[in-house]
Every structure is written in structure tokens, then in C-alpha cells.
């Protein structure tokens, strides 16, 4: 998820399950029989909940392998990214480099945000360990972005890629919100932003696909529906005045206080999740919503994309065979995943380190709440 950057602050990471540190590495063999994943997630504040799902889901992943593969023993250690309520800068860094530092880590799970993301990749790329993220979602993590100057080399200081995730991106959610649009009976839309790099990036993406499928566009009155990109402190302003359509954002807007902000809205709001809602997950993905329930209770959509974090690192391990101990080898198994059936369905990884999972979930808003999901795809 895209959201805007916290203040820097903090000291060292929380960690809420104690592992070993040891001398600075900079890849290669993980030491000893006992390999150490490190999660980093908001564990307090605004995103606990969603935080805590991800920890909940790598724990079930770790756990339904029973902490092994093959000979190897494999164990984690869930850290805290937050201070005053927000990801933090410095905690981010800090938890990266615990992972970086420890001899025996093979890999990192994070972040949910792509702010933090852009925090704790370099220090993971420098140090040649993969990073597997669960939520952060923005484009320029993996490739050039269409507008604004930031690129992934930047993050990137050892020249070699080592960064893969999940979550379908800012790019697909758009494209899917397009589709949504005409499925819904639009026959000409428009877009609005809040001028963020990030609103400008899922407006481009949505106006390229309303084209393609055949949309007509326009301005005010002309439309039949809107779509806004942008985070939720500028919506108020960018909505202003528009004519009484519905209007589809995306998964900015998705947290309870962003949608009583738009109360105004309230009977033809509409908003995308990159992440599945649990009903939309398929059979495997019902397993593991029954297993989830049983030990944690209320399955935060989020949390799936923690367990299949997990699970592709301990998968990338084992295909690794005797080099499951070996950064490069996890790096190069993860990089080319292909066809991995998993709880969110089968999906590859791309040559930037995308997941081919081109599915995410649509709301229609009531009360303040994102109601009846239904699952949108964006065409290939």
C-alpha cells in the first residue's frame, strides 16, 4: 500500500520473538542448521491490526512446515516498524538491519507500506537477502514509473535484484478499477487526483485502461462515473463539485476514518483492495481462512498475503535443495517462481519480481464500511 511517508524517529527495532545477531554479511551461506526469516510490520498504532495479520499469517505458514525444510531448521523473528502511531523511518531501518547483521537470516517479509519499503531495501539488497513483500504496492519498488523520477536502481545498491512480492500493484488495482467501471454501466468516466505522485500514477493507470476497453472520457456533468486517485487528505478537495456519479478510489480510502470523511459520498462510493477480501479466496485459500479462524479469529484480508510471504520463502528454500542455505540460491529460486499454486491461486513472479496475481477486491461503501466484495480483474 501507498501511503505518505512518517516523520523519521525511533531507535531499535521491538522484537517480539527473540533472534541471534551476529557480524555484518554480505550474502552467501546463512550459518549453521537454523536459518532466521525477519518480519517487519506495524505492530501498534493506525496499521496494527493489519500488521498483526501479517504476522499471524507468516506464523501459520511457518508453522503448517513445522518449522523445517529438510534438514534445516526455520525460525523467525517479528519486529515492530512503528513509533507514535505510524511506520517509522528509523525502525524500518533498524529492523533491516538486524536482518542484514544476522548470520543466520535467509530472508525478510516486509513491509505494508511502500514508504517503509523504500526504507528497508536497500539495506537488505546491500546485504544480497531477499525481500518478499506482503503489502507494499507502489510501481517504482519494481520498475519505472509513469510519471515522477524515482526508479527501482535506486534501491537497489548491489546491482542485483532481490525484491518480490505478492500483492498485485498500484497499476493493477487501477486497471481492475476500469474494469469495474464499465461493469457497472459506465459509458463515459473521468479521473480526478489529489496531485501526489501516487494519485497521478493510479489516475494514468485507470485513464490508459478506461481507453483500451473502450470507455468514452470526459469532464463534470458528462460523465457517468469518476474515479479518484490520491490519498484520503485530498480527496475532499479533488471531489469538490463533481456531479452527483459514483466514484471509485482505491485502497487509500479503505480505513474507517477515510470513509467517514466521505460521508458525502456515502451512497455511491466505491473502493478496490489489492489484497483478496477472504471470501474471494479460492479453495486453498479457504483452508486457510478455516485454520486462520480457528487460531486468531477475524481474518484481516492482509493476512493471507503475510502466510503466502512465508510460504513462497520456505518454498524458494526448499527448491534451493542443498543450497537452501544459500542467499543467492533463495534469491534466485524466488525470482523465478513459476506457476506456484498457492492459497491466493496459482501465480509466477516476473521478471521485475511482480506476482502475475492480477485479481483484487472492489467495495461498495455503507455506513462507513466497504460492503459486498466482488472481484475484479485486470486484463493482462
Known sequence: ?????????????????????????????????TLTVYVSAPLQGEREAAGRAIVDGARLALADA???????????????????????????AANARSAAEDVTAIGYIGDLDSGAT????????????????????????????????ASPER??????????????DDDVEARAAAVWAKQMGAKRVGSVTDGSV??????????????RIGLGTGEGGGVDLVYYGGGPDGFSKATRGLPPRPIIGSDALIDPASLRRATAFADRLYVTSPFLDPSLLPAAGQRFVRAYRRQFGTVNPVAAYGYESMALLLDAIRRA??????????????????????ILGSYSIDGNG???????????????????????????
Open 1 to 33: 500500500m501507498n501511503r505518505r511517508l512518517a516523520a523519521i524517529a525511533g531507535a531499535a527495532a521491538l522484537a517480539l520473538v527473540a533472534g541471534g545477531c551476529g557480524g555484518s554479511t554480505g550474502g552467501g551461506k546463512a550459518g549453521g542448521e
Open 66 to 92: 513445522r518449522g523445517r525444510i529438510g534438514d534445516l531448521k526455520v525460525r523467525a523473528v517479528y519486529l515492530d516498524d512503528t513509533r507514535d502511531g505510524r511506520w517509522s523511518l528509523a525502525r524500518t
Open 118 to 149: 523504500r526504507a528497508s531495501l536497500p539495506i537488505t539488497n546491500q546485504a544480497e537477502m531477499v525481500q518478499i513483500s506482503p503489502g507494499s504496492t507502489a510501481v517504482d519498488l519494481t520498475r519505472l514509473p509513469p510519471v515522477g523520477d
Open 155 to 168: 534501491l537497489q545498491p548491489s546491482g542485483r535484484q532481490t525484491f518480490a512480492r505478492v500483492v498485485p
Open 198 to 211: 501516487f494519485g497521478q500514477t493510479l489516475a494514468r493507470a485507470f485513464d490508459q485502461e478506461t481507453a
Open 321 to 342: 535443495g542443498p543450497n537452501g542455505d544459500d542467499r543467492h540460491a533463495v534469491i534466485d529460486e524466488v525470482l523465478s517462481t513459476h506457476d506456484l499454486h498457492s
Open 354 to 380: 511482480d506476482t502475475t496475481l492480477d485479481a483484487v477486491s472492489g467495495y461498495r461503501v455503507s455506513d462507513g464500511l466497504p460492503v459486498f466484495p466482488v472481484e475484479l480483474k485486470a486484463p493482462r
